[in-house]
């Protein structure tokens, strides 16, 4: 049987092709964090790829990486990002697909900041129909435009491990430097004032659309992104083991 996504369907037909094909390391299902920047998409997924063994993917880290490398790819992201605009789909599709076909996402994958607009939500779908995944679990990261804009200004990233630190609520011990790994802490060039004002608007016009998408595939569950760090991962944790143990 394949996995469906029809609503109400979707749980019942993935349960079963599941068992038809024996038991699977992993979920067996991407995990999506859908959220404001800031909203702490990134230290969650972190966490869940460790509890869970799940790769952890990021187009932002993508697109980052390709800057960095100078590729063709790379020149065409970088102006758009530095506005806070949205990258166009053609060019985050082919990159994503490579990434999930890769084998260490075989048994599911955490994605954090990817879909981001409707046609990227189709296209997941479709790749994981493709791959045998089964149903997407979709975490709703719901927080208030206020915070976001404090915790995106405070936000300091480690240059080696990716470790998110925040000057307010969540400092290293020694400032500018990780506690993990003693790497440099850098503040991103788009988490200034001006361009978080583009980015959560770009938000607003093509990505809150993919909370009904997902919420009519019954596919979507809201999380409270106000709370602390550690509360949200017992929330996602809740959920994600209860689709564990219902593999
Ligand atoms: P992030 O690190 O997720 O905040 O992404 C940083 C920037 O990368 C965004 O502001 C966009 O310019 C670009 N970007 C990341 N993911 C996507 C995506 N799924 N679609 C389009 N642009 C993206």
Excluded at 19 to 35: F, P, T
Excluded at 141 to 170: P, Q, S
Excluded at 204 to 220: A, F, I, K, S
């Amino acid at each position: 049987m394949r996995a469906s996504l029809r609503k109400g369907s979707c749980v019942a037909a993935v349960t079963a092709d599941r068992n038809a094909v024996g038991a699977l390391k992993g979920l067996g299902r991407a995990v999506i964090l859908l959220g404001p920047p800031g909203a702490g998409k990134g230290t969650q997924a972190q966490r869940i790829a460790k509890r869970y063994e799940l790769p952890h993917l990021s187009t932002g880290d993508m697109f980052r990486d390709h800057i960095q490398r100078g590729t063709e790819l790379g020149k065409k992201a970088k102006p758009l990002m530095e506005r806070g605009e949205l990258v166009p789909d053609e060019i985050v599709l082919g990159m994503v697909e490579d990434r999930i076909n890769q084998p260490d996402c075989a048994n599911g994958f955490v994605f954090d900041g990817f879909p981001r607009t409707l046609p990227q939500a189709d296209d997941l779908e479709r790749i994981c129909r493709n791959n045998r995944l089964g149903c997407t679990i979709v975490l709703h990261m719901v927080v208030d435009h206020a915070l976001l804009m404090r915790r995106l200004t405070g936000r300091r990233i480690c240059k080696a491990g990716g470790h998110i630190y925040n000057v307010y609520n969540r400092p290293p011990k020694v400032e500018g430097v990780c506690d993990f790994d003693g790497s440099e802490l850098i503040h991103r060039a788009d988490d200034s004032e001006g361009v978080i004002g583009e980015r959560l608007a770009a938000y607003d016009r093509q990505t809150v659309p993919l909370v009904e998408y997902y919420t009519d595939r019954g596919l979507l569950s809201p999380i409270d992104g106000m709370a602390e760090a550690d509360t949200v991962t017992e929330s996602i944790s809740r959920i994600l083991d209860g689709a564990k143990a219902a593999r």
